[in-house]
């Protein structure tokens, strides 16, 4: 079983923890890290991009001049594509750029981020995190002590002071064991886990 170091909120190491084989000793599997990733930014797109075809752009009603006889190219609307204040040749329209993912390969993508933090020496993990006020100061002190300038918070359960003392530092998130996720694991550098939070993780995702 792969064991990490155990911080205190001053950044001196006080132990070790031992992490479940299951969830962050998996071989990383990349190629279901790349669909879970792709799936999940495609899902995030809101697909609301239009624009007016020929048919749709107004005006345009009558043929600009005759057929023949005038030595130029036919025409027949000026909404056509070539001219200005024309319609969109293929124009794009709203549409649901949503990829399905399978709830097993999720939980293998989301093992394999994890089980790569614990490889790379990216997986922080804490004895608690009781900051004393929910102060940028506070949280940018803890994370200095860690060396973790990019981080990913997971916590156990909802704590607004831990939350509100992270929100305004630069390329930090705080998030809830129940909404973690693999492209956000894999977003940040570094991944900063609580005792009670690495607890909820092993008894959801075991």
């Known amino acids: 079983m792969p064991n990490v170091a155990l911080y205190d909120i001053t950044g001196k190491v006080i132990g070790d923890i031992e992490l479940s084989e299951n969830v962050f000793g998996q071989p990383v599997n990349e190629p279901v890290l790349h669909q879970v990733v792709v799936a999940h930014l495609a899902n995030c797109r809101q697909g609301t ?3 007016k075809t020929r048919s749709e752009v ?3 009603g009558k043929k600009p001049y005759r057929q023949k006889g ?3 190219a036919r025409q027949g609307s000026t ?3 070539q001219w200005t204040h024309g319609g969109v040749v293929f124009a794009p329209k709203p549409r649901d750029y949503t990829q399905k993912v399978n709830f097993k390969v999720k939980r293998i993508a989301l ?4 089980s790569s933090k614990v490889a790379d020496s990216e997986l922080i993990v804490f004895d608690a995190l009781n900051i004393e006020a929910p102060k940028t100061k506070e949280m940018a002190k803890v994370l200095k002590a860690v060396e973790a300038d990019k981080a990913l918070i997971v916590l156990a359960d909802k704590d607004e002071t831990v939350e509100r003392a992270a929100a305004n530092i630069p390329g930090v ?3 809830l064991v129940g909404t973690l996720n693999t492209y956000e694991v894999l977003k940040y550098k570094k991944l900063i886990l609580t005792k009670d939070s690495v607890a909820k993780i092993e008894e959801v995702y075991v």
Request: no cysteine; glycine share 16%.
């Open 49 to 51: 991009q239009s624009a």
């Open 58 to 60: 107004s005006g345009g």
């Open 70 to 72: 005038t030595g130029r």
């Open 79 to 81: 909404r056509a594509p």
């Open 111 to 114: 093992k394999s981020a994890l």
């Open 173 to 175: 998130k705080t998030t």
